[in-house]
């Protein structure tokens, strides 16, 4: 019996449906057993690798291009370090030099208010006197200069008996000075100098005075300021020391200390401030332990904090006038005696 047209395709279909069906089942199976894999302790191990993997490579991938751009942020601070480390003195709170200047002078007149008897520490009557002493204070105090001039000058009281004298009885005088045989040749040659070429007269001009034998500027400085009244700037171990610390310059050598310190004081200032800066580092701003606390210009002081900032700490390190104890002058000016200062002992007393 013949099928009919529509039986035909209906059978025609039916083979087709029926090979579809398994293939719908297989991909669905493969599906879940993909599934079931991804779903698997393994493969999520594999896939944590693979992850951990990728985030390696992009970490490492990342220092290139830090590389590239972190340098020139990081290099510019070191620029700029070492750029400061050529300059100085490094300006204190940005100051100008017109503020320099004015805080100088005002430091001076504040000392000038502390120390109104300041005056050099050496006992003299004439200038033969104080060049002498001068000389002899090199590498010791004026205290012990001033306990063994009065036997010098005693025996031998002009440059002509100083010049003509023995020098192994000066040497004997001189011995608790220090270096007392150099010291010895110095005064001598230094007085016969003198009398050769001076006529036995200390001259009152720098350029004769630094001729002398064991003479330099600061000891020339020291005779023309206070025997002959010209204007001079003593740059003793104290004066240098205070005047960095208070950054009016950087300088080390003494003769560009004295012409950097010139220049902030007017010329008549100049022998006073020796004796003011002197008279403070001696007495309060020392060398190893400066009393700041007790510092009267401790606003001032870029250097404030070096030392002892507890007032009642730092009142114990004063000396001399300041701490209540005697001076190193045997015969100190009246003026000094007047503000409660006392006269030192002389050699060989208690």
């Not at 057993?33 to 951990?52: E, L």
């Not at 601070?77 to 100008?96: D, F, G, H, L």
């Not at 004439?126 to 009065?150: E, K």
């Not at 204007?231 to 300088?251: A, C, K, M, N, S």
Request: contains cysteine; aromatic residues 6%; hydrophobic residues 40%.
């Amino acid at each position: 019996m013949r099928k009919s047209a529509a039986t035909r395709a209906a059978a025609k279909d039916t083979p087709a449906s029926g090979k579809a069906a398994p293939a719908k089942r297989t991909a669905a199976k493969k599906a879940t057993a993909a599934q079931k894999t991804a779903a698997s302790p393994a493969a999520k191990r594999t896939t944590a690798r693979k992850t951990a993997g990728g985030a390696a490579l992009v970490k490492k991938a990342r220092p290139p291009r830090k590389v590239t751009v972190a340098p020139e942020a990081a290099t510019a601070p070191v620029k700029q370090v070492s750029a400061e480390r050529t300059v100085a003195p490094k300006p204190w709170k940005n100051e100008s030099h017109t503020a320099l200047v004015r805080r100088a002078r005002r430091i001076d007149r504040e000392l000038a208010t502390v120390y109104p008897y300041a005056h050099p520490e050496l006992d003299f009557e004439n200038p033969f006197q104080l060049l002498v002493a001068t000389v002899l204070s090199a590498q010791t105090t004026d205290l012990r200069v001033n306990q063994t001039t009065p036997a010098l000058f005693a025996a031998y009281p002009t440059p002509e008996d100083l010049a003509a004298a023995n020098p192994e009885e000066v040497e004997e005088i001189l011995r608790p000075t220090g270096f007392f045989r150099a010291k010895t040749k110095s005064v001598m040659g230094l007085s016969k100098a003198l009398v050769e070429e001076f006529g036995g007269e200390v001259p009152g001009r720098l350029e004769d005075l630094v001729k002398l034998p064991g003479v330099g500027r600061k000891t020339a400085f020291v005779v023309l300021g206070n025997a002959f009244g010209r204007p001079g700037i003593t740059v003793d171990t104290h004066f240098q020391r205070l005047v960095r610390r208070w950054r009016w310059t950087d300088e080390t050598d003494p003769d560009k200390i004295e012409a950097a310190v010139g220049a902030l004081f007017p010329k008549s200032d100049w022998t006073m401030l020796s004796h003011h800066v002197i008279f403070h580092g001696r007495r309060i701003c020392h060398a190893r332990k400066p009393a700041c606390g007790a510092c009267p210009i401790a606003p001032l002081c870029p250097a404030y904090g070096e030392g002892e900032t507890d007032p009642e700490k730092a009142r114990k390190l004063l000396k001399y006038e300041k701490g209540g104890f005697p001076g190193q002058r045997l015969k100190p000016p009246q003026a000094y005696l007047d503000a409660g200062g006392r006269p030192a002992p002389p050699l060989g007393a208690g």
